[in-house]
Each structure stands twice: as structure tokens, then as C-alpha cells.
């Protein structure tokens, strides 16, 4: 098993999306990419923690590739926004992946740019490539929030 981490604005409908992709075989939702240990989702939401609202997406490379997530990712929100999403506005809503390995960073590259360059978008993506750091677990009532409660909406383009 491999592990992937993705931003794309509230990680509600983010996580819902990365769990039902086959070769997922777990989902988490935290936080990533701050400066703050420890954070709670108010402190997230104050804006003040560094950090993103993510998902930890563990998978299986011989069911589906980390390229496969990467552009599932670019499919799930709108990467020329920057800093939100939607109606969801601050650096907690940013779009950014962060590897864990040299071979992801190429992969997100390749992806990004890919994309960039093919005209699907009238902006330039805002998403950031950044190493990962250490993913804080979200507090229990967010994880699988839309399995619990049976759907919902968080400004995610679902497919």
C-alpha cells in the first residue's frame, strides 16, 4: 500500500470522492502544510495554522496509479483558484498535493503541467507541489462526514 496526500478545499467532499475510487483502500481526513502541531479544526479555520484541509489517501499501486489519483484530484475542484473554493476562502482552502516520494513530485509535475498546457483551463492552476510534512488527523466527527450522513455538498465538482 502507498499513501497520497490532496488539498482541493473542504475535505468533506474531497475524502467522499478519493473513498470511492476503486484501489482506495482508506481515507482520511486532516490537515497539512502548516506550522501548527496539533491543529483543531478551529484553529484550521481561524486561517492562522499554515495549514490545508487534506486527504490522506492510502491505495494500492497495483489497482490504480498514483497518476490515475493525481488527475482524479484536478477532476474534483477548480485548481486555478487560488486559495479557495467556491464560496470557501482562505489558505485552509488551497489546492496543493504533497508527495512523500521524489517519483510523486515528477508525477504531479508532469501532471500539472500537462494540463496547464492544454488549454482545459483559462487560468493558470494555483495548485502547489510541496513536500509533505506531517498530516494531522482531523477530529473523529470529520472523517467519512458525507458516509455518515449520507451525502452532502462541499463545493466539489463530483463526477
Not at 502544510?33 to 499501486?61: I, K, M, R
Request: charge should be negative; aromatic fraction near 12%; proline fraction near 4%.
Amino acid at each position: 500500500m502507498e499513501k497520497a496526500i490532496f488539498a482541493a478545499g473542504c475535505f468533506w467532499g474531497v475524502e467522499a470522492e478519493f473513498a470511492a475510487i476503486p484501489g482506495v483502500s482508506t481515507t482520511q481526513v486532516g490537515y497539512s502544510g502548516g506550522h501548527t502541531d496539533h491543529p483543531s479544526y478551529d484553529d484550521v479555520c481561524a486561517g492562522n495554522t499554515g495549514h490545508a484541509e487534506a486527504v490522506l489517501v492510502t491505495y494500492d499501486p497495483s489497482k490504480i496509479s498514483y497518476t490515475m489519483l493525481v488527475e482524479k484530484f484536478f477532476e474534483l475542484h477548480d485548481p486555478t483558484q487560488l486559495n479557495r473554493q467556491g464560496p470557501d476562502i482562505g489558505s485552509q482552502y488551497r489546492s496543493a498535493i504533497f508527495f512523500t516520494t521524489n517519483e510523486q513530485k515528477d508525477t504531479a509535475r508532469a501532471v500539472k503541467d500537462r494540463l496547464q498546457q492544454s488549454g482545459r483551463y483559462k487560468h493558470p492552476i494555483a495548485t502547489t507541489i510541496q513536500l509533505a510534512g506531517l498530516f494531522w488527523r482531523a477530529e473523529d466527527y470529520h472523517q467519512q462526514y458525507f458516509a455518515k450522513r449520507g451525502g452532502g455538498s462541499c463545493h466539489v465538482k463530483t463526477t
